[in-house]
């Protein structure tokens, strides 16, 4: 069965840079609620959440997002597309049904083939992985946002934005030939590089023991999704591959190299 979905909520976050959020005659959304099984994409958004003044909770299933809008009806919801008890398309169309209505419903997804799908339920908009300050605020907020150099420096300095390799940089290489992915000090500096970690033991143990098909492909499309946030082509190409064939050894062996290796990051 799929792992238990928990709800978290984090505390106020500092006011944001002046001038950042606030625009005349638009009313700055204050909450957002992220429907996230990953918690190294969870990381990121909560850097970018906390920098511009927004509160975040978290939830990593959709009974747990339910527990949430129970209680909590926030101005944003940003909701994952693929989760461990079903798809965040049925929490799309429930929340666009139901009234009153949250303010504004996003789609985030490293699968860009959902989008008309993600339109049909009822998201206002729809984004790809990785987020990014200067590509995807104006969009999340639904609301004007200054997109001068202020944003890209924040980009900057949260490590969202994709940097050229080093020329001549030494790269580890795995036993089946797959370079070593960029680390994080390249991407998504500020994520805390144990989310990742754990996440890569997660999507293993999900693995490890004679799953079925199902687990199969919720676990290939959970680790899509990270490396489309790490631009990590091997681990993307070797998600891809055991989804379309159902064979999980491959990928089983590879994470194994990756959760081991990780710790020094």
């Not at 461990?84 to 429930?94: F, H, K, T």
């Not at 676990?219 to 899509?224: K, V």
Request: charged share 20%; hydrophobic share 40%.
């Amino acid at each position: 069965m799929p792992p238990t979905g928990h709800a978290t909520a984090t505390n106020s976050p500092p006011a944001p840079p002046a001038g950042l959020l606030a625009q005349p005659g638009h009313t700055r959304p204050q909450t957002v609620l992220l429907v996230e099984d990953s918690r190294f994409a969870a990381e990121a958004v909560r850097l970018m959440c906390r920098r511009t003044g927004l509160r975040l909770r978290r939830a990593d299933t959709l009974t747990a997002a339910w527990q949430h809008l129970r209680v909590y009806r926030p101005d944003i919801a940003l909701i994952d597309l693929g989760l461990p008890d079903g798809s965040g398309l049925e929490l799309i169309d429930a929340l666009n049904r139901t009234m009153p209505r949250i303010g504004r419903i996003i789609a985030i997804t490293g699968d860009s083939v959902l989008e008309q799908a993600a339109r049909r339920a009822g998201a206002d908009d729809f984004v790809e992985k990785p987020l990014s300050l200067s590509l995807h605020l104006t969009r999340l907020l639904g609301v004007p946002v200054d997109l001068g150099d202020t944003l890209e420096h924040i980009n900057q300095a949260l490590g969202l934005e994709r940097e050229p390799p080093q020329t001549g940089a030494a790269q580890t290489t795995y036993a089946d030939n797959t370079a070593h992915p960029p680390r994080p000090g390249t991407r998504n500096m500020g994520a805390d590089p144990l989310a990742l970690r754990d996440d890569l033991a997660r999507a293993h143990d999900l693995l490890a023991h004679d799953p079925g098909p199902a687990r199969i492909g919720y676990a290939a499309q959970f680790l899509a999704g990270i490396a489309h946030s790490l631009d990590d082509q091997p681990l993307l190409a070797m998600a891809e591959r055991v989804r379309a064939s159902g064979e999980a050894a491959p990928l089983v062996a590879l994470l194994r190299q990756r959760v081991a290796t990780s710790a020094p990051f």
